[in-house]
């Protein structure tokens, strides 16, 4: 049984009160490790450590930092194959995915803001015969980022690269249901010589650990992907604080497909959109609305490609999916099924769980799975399921698609299918989301703001964006 171990002013250790809880590979619905059940002991510890490296962190220049950051990354990239393994036993994603996605980008993650730190420049307002001004754009201090577990090391890179290029010290928690990569990520940083302090990683519970950092008021901003429930949660204790906050939630995001779209690109695209990573993807489209022209010669083709799409075990190298995260999330997925039909809706194919043979029988698999004839605003079409599962809905008119495509308390992404560069342009201007791909999806420039408007979240992250988040401005007038 392998022991997890929190990551605290440089030294792995276990938890104050030395309890575990078990860690399963959902592949095989067994339990194979143990991470610390820490507590705000623990994250107090934390923040001391933060707090103590603080200003020699903030003191090195951008390219020292900057030096730390392309040796941890290059350290992940020599042993890529080893962090996919785990990432894929840990979360149940196909090792595919995890090697060809979810590692590169935590390599990316680093490498990027190690470099764009070193651009990351600030502005001076200049007053004729009067003086100039200058911002300032410093570190804040000790900051906290809180994961979740579909991408996990993607994610959480994606929150701490940013935080330490701009000189803070962190305070970060990985999902206690993927924990692994995290762990391994704080012996990388070990074996980088990062200075003791500046990362550390507390392993547990959301409302222990999670909910201690969001309330330690030497925690001075809160990075959050999650649930939005969670994130109300955080909210509402963090903004009465008056912390900084970023909050990247979920989604019910449409994909539009109009009669005029590249057919094959599309419905290839689509899959993808669809069911990559089973469906756990807070951008994956699982609202498809598909102009009627072409409505049956889609949604046959569709639904004969996801019936021939492989669910397997996650090092199958034939596997298109593989198994959701956790029991308890496949028993909500398969849940969210049984109300599509009691909603009316048709299942078209899948709709039931896979049990595969031998060491994966007891694995958590789900079949993909596409559902038509619901009514856009039933719960079904309302309410994020983050699974293998789709629903499949014609329409007529542009107005009336974006009436549907509008009609959730998300907005995060949306892919638009069309041929008509000028109702392309149109369409993305009346889509409320954060971000919008044409005949595309998930194609990700590292430098574009990423997040969602309404229930999908607060803030962006990426780029300079992030570099903003992650710094408190100052301006200063000389006088001439
Ligand atoms: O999120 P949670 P989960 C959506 C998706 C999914 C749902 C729940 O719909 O079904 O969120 O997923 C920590 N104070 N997304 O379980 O519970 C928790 O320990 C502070 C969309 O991942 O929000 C974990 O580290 N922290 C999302 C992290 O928050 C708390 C991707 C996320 O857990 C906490 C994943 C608390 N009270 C899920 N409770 C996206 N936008 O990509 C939990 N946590």
Redesign the pocket.
């Given at each position: 049984m392998i022991y997890l171990k929190n990551y605290i002013g440089g030294e792995l250790v276990g938890p104050v009160n030395n309890e575990h809880i078990d860690n399963y590979d959902p592949s095989r619905g067994q339990v194979y490790s143990q991470i610390p059940d820490s507590t705000k002991e623990d994250v107090d510890k934390a923040v001391e450590a933060a707090e103590k490296a603080f200003p020699l962190w903030s003191g090195l220049s951008k390219s020292e930092r900057s030096d730390y950051m392309i040796k941890i990354a290059n350290i992940i990239e020599s042993r890529l194959d080893e962090f996919a393994a785990a990432e894929s036993l840990d979360n149940g994603k196909p090792v595919s995915l995890a090697s060809h996605v979810d590692i590169p980008r935590g390599v990316s993650n680093l490498k990027f803001f190690a470099t764009a730190i070193l651009h990351y420049a600030s502005e001076s307002h200049y007053m004729e015969g009067v003086g100039v001004n200058y911002t300032l754009r410093k570190p804040i201090g000790v900051v906290g980022c809180?994961?979740?577990?579909?991408?996990p090391l993607y994610?959480f890179t994606w929150k701490i690269a940013p935080a330490l290029a701009a000189g803070n010290c962190v305070v970060a928690?990985?999902?206690?249901?993927t924990p692994m990569t995290a762990f391994m990520l704080s012996e990388v940083c070990k074996e980088a010589g990062l200075p003791e302090g500046v990362l550390n990683i507390v392993h547990g519970?959301?409302?222990k650990?999670?909910?201690a950092?969001?309330r330690n008021p030497r925690i001075k901003a809160i990075s959050?992907?999650?649930?939005?429930?969670?994130?109300e949660?955080?909210a509402g204790i963090a903004a009465p604080m008056f912390k900084k906050l970023s909050l990247?939630?979920?989604?019910k995001n449409p994909n539009i497909i109009f009669a005029d779209c590249d057919f094959d690109k599309a419905l290839s695209t689509t899959m993808r959109s669809s069911f990559a990573n089973q469906g756990?993807?807070?951008l994956c489209g699982s609202r498809i609305f598909i102009e009627r022209p072409i409505y049956e010669k889609f949604k046959e083709a569709f639904v004969a490609k996801t019936a021939r799409a492989k669910v397997s075990y996650p090092s199958d190298p034939e596997a298109k999916l593989g198994a959701v995260v956790s029991k308890p999330?496949m028993e909500?997925v398969l849940s969210y099924i049984e109300l599509a039909k009691e909603e009316g809706g048709t299942v078209l194919t899948g709709g039931e769980q896979v049990v595969l043979e031998g060491e994966y029988a007891s694995g958590y698999y789900i079949r993909p799975t596409i559902i038509e004839g619901l009514d856009y605003q039933c719960r079904t079409n309302q309410e994020?399921i983050?699974g293998p599962v789709v629903t499949i809905t014609p329409f007529d008119t542009e107005e009336e698609v974006l009436t549907m495509a509008n009609s959730t308390q998300y907005g995060?992404a949306a892919t638009v299918w069309t041929e008509n560069l000028t109702r392309a342009h149109r369409v993305a201007d009346e889509l409320h989301s954060g971000i919008v791909w044409v005949n595309s999806w998930l194609v990700r420039d590292l430098r574009t703001p990423f997040g969602g408007v309404k229930s999908s979240?607060v803030g962006r992250e990426g780029g300079f964006e992030a570099l903003r988040f992650f710094t408190e401005p100052k301006n200063v007038f000389i006088k001439s």
């Open positions: 809180i994961s979740p577990w579909n991408l994610l928690k990985p999902s206690e249901i519970l959301g409302h650990v999670g909910d950092i969001t959050f992907t999650g649930g939005t429930t969670t994130g949660t955080i990247e939630l979920g989604g756990q993807i807070c999330h909500k994020e983050f995060l979240g």
